[in-house]
């Protein structure tokens, strides 16, 4: 079993993908930071960043998912429009515009049918529209990232104010990005 963020997020076999990976905040071993050698403190920071970037993905499936089952429940108004401005009630509508000739010329009935299921597809299409609308982007996950990438910068060298920072040798400070 992997460590995660918490022990309510222990990853069980039948739910593996939903304990997010955690960087411990100490040694694991007892041993201080003293003892280690840079190769083992670079392997460190290498393992906690591959921990951290799976962790900032998992945290955008999660988001995107729930996001999805929104624009899910949105569609399924578009499909009613579409459904009700495909077939239109054939039957009912029909009976209607007959109805109607009662009273007016026929192509007029059958005119005023039209519009009724013109405006029923509208409705469906507008009570749609608002439940899409309603979609977000996974902010949290964004602004996880932007922390990240703002942790992660490197400073250029107009930017670190004159501290007495030396050019490596060979470098062209020109090239630098």
Request: proline share 5%; no cysteine.
């Given at each position: 079993?992997?460590?995660?963020?918490?022990?309510?997020?222990?990853?069980?076999?039948?739910?593996?993908?939903?304990?997010?990976?955690?960087?411990?905040?100490?040694?694991?071993?007892?041993?201080?930071?003293?003892?280690?050698?840079?190769?083992?403190?670079?392997?460190?920071?290498?393992?906690?960043?591959?921990t951290?970037?799976?962790?900032?993905?998992?945290?955008?499936k999660?988001?995107?998912?729930?996001?999805?089952?929104?624009?899910?429940k949105?569609?399924?108004?578009?499909?009613?429009?579409?459904?009700?401005?495909?077939?239109?009630?054939?039957?009912?509508?029909f009976?209607?515009?007959?109805?109607?000739?009662?009273?007016?010329?026929?192509?007029?009935?059958?005119?005023?049918?039209?519009?009724?299921?013109?405006?029923?597809?509208?409705?469906?299409?507008?009570?749609?529209?608002?439940?899409?609308?309603?979609?977000?982007?996974?902010?949290?996950?964004?602004?996880?990232?932007?922390?990240?990438?703002?942790?992660?910068?490197?400073?250029?060298?107009?930017?670190?104010?004159?501290?007495?920072?030396t050019?490596?040798?060979?470098?062209?400070?020109?090239?630098?990005?």
């Amino acid at each position: 079993m992997r460590r995660v963020s918490s022990p309510k997020h222990h990853v069980n076999d039948s739910d593996r993908a939903t304990g997010v990976p955690y960087i411990p905040l100490s040694a694991d071993d007892g041993e201080g930071a003293d003892a280690q050698s840079i190769g083992a403190l670079v392997m460190d920071a290498t393992q906690h960043m591959s921990t951290l970037v799976r962790a900032e993905v998992e945290l955008i499936k999660a988001e995107t998912a729930a996001e999805a089952k929104k624009a899910l429940k949105g569609s399924i108004f578009f499909v009613v429009a579409g459904v009700v401005g495909l077939y239109s009630s054939f039957f009912f509508f029909f009976f209607l515009g007959e109805l109607l000739t009662e009273w007016l010329p026929r192509w007029a009935a059958f005119l005023i049918v039209f519009g009724l299921m013109l405006v029923t597809t509208a409705l469906f299409g507008l009570l749609g529209y608002r439940k899409v609308k309603r979609i977000r982007a996974p902010q949290r996950s964004i602004d996880s990232l932007r922390e990240t990438a703002a942790t992660l910068r490197v400073r250029k060298p107009a930017e670190q104010g004159g501290n007495g920072a030396t050019p490596v040798p060979g470098l062209d400070p020109s090239a630098r990005r």
